[in-house]
């Protein structure tokens, strides 16, 4: 190829500049439009992640809580069953806890309610703790209320019937009788 030859094709290939100058415009706007496609993209994608991180933790949460928690209405139900365990031994008069017609008896209940109490135990049931103790809305249900000199206004004096947690949820709430200011 010549000068000349050079000179003319470079000549043509300078005049096309201005002319393709549209075309990479076009090319500038298509890269910043496809750039924010990606850019919402990723954002998409990092919200649909985190939806699916909250998804599985809330289902782990409610696994964890229906396996800790799963006895809770059959446990409900078998504290008839020791309360009125509780009920026959306490009517047990301490003569006939000594005779020896009764004895085998009486120890076999009193057994019968170690074996409960231990259950209960093992399956994170326990009682709550009430006499004497100030009332707990979230424990405690006032039966009623007793004139007291001797303990301050709102103290547990009398327990009617046990209250039970189950781990760290209410189970039944305690039945008692609460002391007020005497008149």
Known sequence: MSEDNLNVENTEVVDQLPEDAPV??????RIAALEAELATAKQDILY???????????????????RAYAATNFA??????AD????ALAAIPAELREDEKFKGLVVGLEATGRELDAVFGRNGI???ESVGQPLDP???????EVPSADAAPGTILVEMQAGYMIKDRLL?????SVAKAPD
Do not use: C, F, G
């Not at 990479?24 to 706007?29: L, S, V």
């Not at 009125?84 to 009920?87: C, F, I, V």
């Not at 039944?172 to 008692?176: E, L, Q, T």
């Open 172 to 176: 039944r709430p305690a039945m008692v």
């Open 24 to 29: 990479a415009d076009a090319n500038a706007e």
């Open 48 to 66: 649909a992640h985190a939806d699916t991180q909250n998804v599985r933790r809330r289902l782990e949460k409610e696994l964890t809580d229906t």
């Open 138 to 144: 979230n424990k405690h249900q006032a039966m009623m």
């Open 84 to 87: 009125n365990l509780s009920r």
């Open 76 to 81: 409900r139900d078998i504290l008839s069953v």
């Open 126 to 128: 326990s009682k709550v």
